[in-house]
């Protein structure tokens, strides 16, 4: 089992950037995909972005192509969520989530089992 704990989230203005971190405990952190979700007030949680054990494969979310990039250490257990051009719909609990199955080769938007507790988010206008 993977722990996983987020960091790097606050406030920021429409525009801006920031870069979140998802550190990871368990030896076996560089065997599995991970991906990085989100939830706003009063809405579901949804899929942003994810990447393969190796870093090699990335999907995105619609919403966020070509502003976030994920990426990860697998020498530090860290994955990384680059977030640039924010605007005001980014606003939320942002949650890193490793897969459930191990060596898998490309990215997806399924099967994450282990979630961290989130951090918030908050893009102001």
């Known amino acids: 089992q993977v722990q996983l704990v987020e960091s790097g989230g606050g406030l920021v203005q429409a525009g801006g950037s920031l870069r979140l971190s998802c550190a990871a405990s368990?030896?076996?952190?560089?065997?599995?995909?991970m991906g990085w979700f989100r939830q706003a007030p009063g809405k579901e949680r949804e899929f942003v972005a994810a990447?393969?054990?190796?870093?090699?494969?990335?999907y995105y979310a619609d919403s966020v192509k070509g502003r976030f990039t994920i990426s990860r250490d697998n020498a530090n257990n860290t994955v990384y969520l680059q977030m640039n051009s924010l605007n005001p719909e980014d606003t939320a609990v942002y949650y890193c989530a490793a897969h459930n199955l191990t060596f898998l080769r490309v990215a997806t938007r399924q099967g994450f089992g282990s979630w961290g507790q989130g951090t918030q988010v908050t893009v102001s206008s």
């Open positions: 990447l393969s054990w190796s870093g090699g494969s990335t």
């Open positions: 368990g030896r076996t952190f560089s065997s599995y995909a």
